[in-house]
T-cell receptor, first 113, second 113 residues
Framework: AQSVTQLDSQVPVFEEAPVELRCNYSSSVSVYLFWYVQYPNQGLQLLLK??????LVKGINGFEAEFNKSQTSFHLRKPSVHISDTAEYFC???????????FGGGTRVLVKP | DTEVTQTPKHLVMGMTNKKSLKCEQH?????MYWYKQKAKKPPELMFV???????INESVPSRFSPECPNSSLLNLHLHALQPEDSALYLC????????????FGEGSRLTVL
C-alpha cells in the first residue's frame, strides 16, 4: 500500500516570503500525486496534480510542485505568500492503476503580516 | 459546472435519530466517494461508488449506510450514531475510480449529542 508523509505539521511564514511544504511518499509502483488546500470550514480544493510528463507542475494561486522520483518527493512551493494562503495543505497519492487516494497528515500554513 | 454540492451544511442529531446526508454532482463523473474528517486530521476514506455500485467499503460500521440512487446522487444514511462520529463528512467525485482528480464538496458538519 502507498503512504504519504508531510514532514511539517505547521509552517509559520511572513507575508511575501517564500514557502515550501515537504511531502514524501512510498510506493512500489507508479503513482499519481496531488496537493489539496483546505481553507477553514471548507472542503478540499485541488491546487495541482502530477500524473506524468514534466516533473515541474504549476497549479492555481501561484503554487508549483516538483516530482522527484529518486527521492520519492513532491514538495510544494510558492515564491511569495499572501495572508489569504493561510490554510491546511494536504499532499495525496494514488497508485497509477489504483482507486484509493491516500492523504498525508497535513501542513498548517499560517501567514503573518 | 465543476461543483459538488452537499446538504445539509450542518446537522445536529441525537444518538437515536435517523438522518441522511446528500451529495450531488453534475460533471458526468462515474465515481463518488464519502470521506470522514476529524478536526486537524486528514480525510479518511469511507466508501467508493463506481458506476452506481459500491466498490470500496473501508470497514465502516453499519450505522453508516451509503446509497447511490443514480450517477449524480450519493446519500449517506445515519442511524444510531455515537458522539465520536461527530466530524466533517466530505463527498467527492471523479471521472471514474481510476482516472482523474477528486472534486470535493464543502462538507456536512455533523454533531452527535
Amino acid at each position: 500500500a502507498q503512504s504519504v508523509t508531510q514532514l511539517d505539521s505547521q509552517v509559520p511564514v511572513f507575508e511575501e516570503a517564500p514557502v515550501e511544504l515537504r511531502c514524501n511518499y512510498s510506493s512500489s509502483v507508479s503513482v499519481y500525486l496531488f496537493w489539496y488546500v483546505q481553507y477553514p470550514n471548507q472542503g478540499l480544493q485541488l491546487l495541482l496534480k502530477y500524473l506524468s510528463g514534466s516533473t515541474l507542475v504549476k497549479g492555481i494561486n501561484g503554487f508549483e510542485a516538483e516530482f522527484n522520483k529518486s527521492q520519492t518527493s513532491f514538495h510544494l512551493r510558492k515564491p511569495s505568500v499572501h495572508i489569504s494562503d493561510t490554510a491546511e495543505y494536504f499532499c495525496a497519492v494514488r497508485k497509477a492503476a489504483g482507486n484509493k487516494l491516500t492523504f498525508g497528515g497535513g501542513t498548517r500554513v499560517l501567514v503573518k503580516p | 459546472d465543476t461543483e459538488v454540492t452537499q446538504t445539509p451544511k450542518h446537522l445536529v442529531m441525537g444518538m437515536t435519530n435517523k438522518k441522511s446526508l446528500k451529495c450531488e454532482q453534475h460533471m458526468g463523473h462515474r465515481a463518488m466517494y464519502w470521506y470522514k474528517q476529524k478536526a486537524k486530521k486528514p480525510p479518511e476514506l469511507m466508501f467508493v461508488y463506481s458506476y452506481e455500485k459500491l466498490s470500496i467499503n473501508e470497514s465502516v460500521p453499519s450505522r453508516f449506510s451509503p446509497e447511490c440512487p443514480n450517477s449524480s446522487l450519493l446519500n449517506l444514511h445515519l442511524h444510531a450514531l455515537q458522539p465520536e462520529d461527530s466530524a466533517l463528512y466530505l463527498c467527492a467525485s471523479s471521472q471514474d475510480q481510476y482516472t482523474g482528480e477528486l472534486f470535493f464538496g464543502e462538507g456536512s458538519r455533523l454533531t452527535v449529542l
